[in-house]
């Protein structure tokens, strides 16, 4: 049996999950006087992900921290599968799997950092950002030119949508 190609898994995509701190921020965490969380998340990318889920490819979130920012981002979004404080990762993707009855290889995960790993061996595509660490950047099958935070999420959602041949409706809309 041949191996799957790179174009052949982008277009089986229909469910993409990102971490957060890394991926779709900067990975710094911001605390103010009064303990209060801040994360700083990027236009580019938050519009990129609106346009995949109006192209019929749902979205999802799975990070290790716990904020009351990332639920409110997640919703501005439109993405409804949202984990978080999770430790080992798999064990949400199990979830998003009995939930959206879409198997692992339709399904792509951005992560940044080792505790990402488990779930980018499982899925069908896997990707990372510029500077994610080392190990992630060696056994993923894209790695994003941008930095997390900083449009790698964007640069992933058009990888997608115009592999798909869905860039072009996309464009429509915006040159009517």
Known sequence: MSAVTFDEKIKQIKLVIFDVDGVLTDGRIIFDAAGVETKCFDVKDGHG??????????????????????????????????????????????????KSAIPLSEMAYMGDDIIDIPVLKRVGFSATVADGVEEVRGMVDYVARRPGGRGAARELVELILKAQGKWDEVMRTYLV
């Open 49 to 98: 992900i609106k346009l995949l889920i109006r192209s019929g490819i749902q979205g999802a979130i799975i990070t290790a921290r716990e904020s009351e920012v990332v639920l409110r981002r997640a919703k501005d979004l439109g993405i409804d599968l949202v984990y978080q404080g999770i430790k080992d990762k798999r064990l949400a993707l199990d979830d998003i799997v009995a």
